[in-house]
């Protein structure tokens, strides 16, 4: 057993050591002469959970009850806390050698751990969530210590469990917190904001348990998961336009070596690869049916890199047998046309870029441009008609749409 604190905590003396560790057997009777079990409820949360990987980081040591519980079960436990004397008292408490070999105590914040990505095999945070001012950033900690496909496992109180021990608080005239952070919240930020899995949800010893699973590729970068809506909308601006920047820079260096009409060439071979797989990428994370037609045409459009860097617009006729997309304003062009350059003749390779990201969303659908550069009537812009073959609109839906 190891303790970490800052160096200018004062260790406590013996005699408040012993009496703390009398007074948390005392109010462990005592919530067991309520019907709450405190040992048996930790007990309870670490069988919903499952075998688990070590080493384990313990959120929120407290007592030390989860930590010896882990250890309990021949797991190495590293647990932390913000509190040096709580911790002192737990490893007091931790009075089998056994179990004090297995744990490591740790003062320091949940919100900034001091461990590499992927340290731990598992994390377990025991009512600690109710404690916290904010949870996005020791969730997202929690996330990125665990290795990839280790488990997370929050605990926190049922109503019941809340109400029983804030009777408890008010007796001893003292309030229980109850913070913001819900294990609804925790469980729906882990989830939707992180990409964990949810492999269990239960209740029982009044506690509510969730059960996740680190994804196999990594946890979010904490960079971004820190993000607000408006920072990671930011994001996704930087990204595109990163993106178009090294599609330029590509096309100049084979422009260099190889000339112009070469550099096209190989422009449009990588278009239809890459084309491709960004539709199928598109659809497989927005949920796009395959061979939807024009609808998953207009939705996958809509996601592409482009709809951060250019104005679009996309129109389906009345009768629904024709989509046009439209580049409204071309960055490309706009630029070249700022230096005073001509418009780059782009339209070989955007027949290729669109004609491939339409045929990968329904290959039975047939594309048409309708401008594009060196066209005259372009304007630096491009149009594109996309019909699903036999899906002709009728004569009278015709002489409308050329009304």
Same mark, same amino acid.
């Given at each position: 057993? #190891? ?10 003396? #013996? ?49 030390? @009850?989860? *930590? ?15 509190? #040096? ?12 050698? %056994?179990?004090?070999?297995? @744990? ?33 950033? $020791? ?46 919240? *925790? ?42 809506? $408006? ?22 260096? #084979? ?7 070469? =550099? @096209? ?9 890459? $084309? ?51 580049? %409204? ?48 009537? =372009? ?17 009278? $839906? ?6």
């Amino acid at each position: 057993m #190891a303790i970490t604190t800052p160096d200018d905590d004062v260790p406590l003396p #013996a005699d408040a050591l012993q009496r703390a560790k009398d007074h948390f057997w005392s109010r462990t009777a005592y919530y067991a002469s309520l019907g709450y079990d405190r040992l048996a409820a930790v007990s309870f949360i670490l069988d919903e959970a499952g075998p688990l990987d070590g080493p384990v980081l313990d959120v929120g040591t407290g007592m030390g @009850i989860t *930590a010896r519980a882990l250890a309990t079960r021949r797991l190495d436990v590293v647990t932390v806390d913000t509190n #040096a004397h709580d911790q002192e008292v737990a490893a007091f408490l931790t009075d089998q050698p %056994e179990h004090a070999r297995r @744990i490591r105590f740790m003062v320091t914040s949940a919100a900034s751990l001091p461990f590499p990505d992927g340290h731990f095999g598992a994390a377990v945070a025991v009512d600690v969530l109710h404690h916290l001012e904010a949870g996005r950033p $020791a969730l997202v900690e929690l996330a990125r210590v665990v290795k990839p496909g280790g488990a997370v496992v929050l605990a926190d109180f049922s109503r019941e469990g809340f109400e029983l021990v804030a009777r408890v608080h008010e007796s001893e005239g003292r309030v229980h917190p109850e913070g913001p952070v819900t294990m609804d919240w *925790a469980r729906g930020f882990l989830g939707g904001g992180l990409g964990l899995t949810e492999e269990k949800a239960s209740t029982g010893q009044l506690h509510r348990v969730s059960v996740l699973r680190v994804p196999a590729a990594g946890p979010i970068s904490p960079a971004f998961a820190l993000l607000d809506r $408006a920072g990671l909308l930011r994001s996704l601006e930087v990204f595109a336009s990163n993106w178009l920047a090294h599609d330029g820079c590509w096309f100049l260096a #084979a422009e260099e070596r190889f000339g112009m009409e070469a =550099a @096209i060439d190989l422009d449009a071979a990588s278009w239809r690869r890459f $084309a491709a797989a960004e539709a199928r990428r598109l659809m497989s994370a927005f949920a796009i049916p395959p061979g939807g037609g024009l609808e998953s045409l207009r939705l996958a459009l809509a996601y592409r890199m482009y709809s951060f860097i250019n104005p679009w617009r996309a129109e389906v006729s009345a009768d629904g047998a024709h989509l046009r997309f439209f580049m %409204e304003s071309c960055r490309v062009q706009d630029t070249r046309r700022r230096k005073g350059l001509p418009d780059f003749p782009c339209k070989r390779v955007g027949q290729v870029e669109f004609e491939t990201f339409a045929q990968t969303v329904d290959p039975r659908i047939q594309t048409t441009c309708l401008h594009c550069p060196p066209d005259p009537e =372009a304007g630096g812009h491009c149009g594109w008609e996309f019909r699903v073959a036999g899906d002709e609109p009728s004569p009278g $839906a015709k002489e409308q749409e050329q009304q």
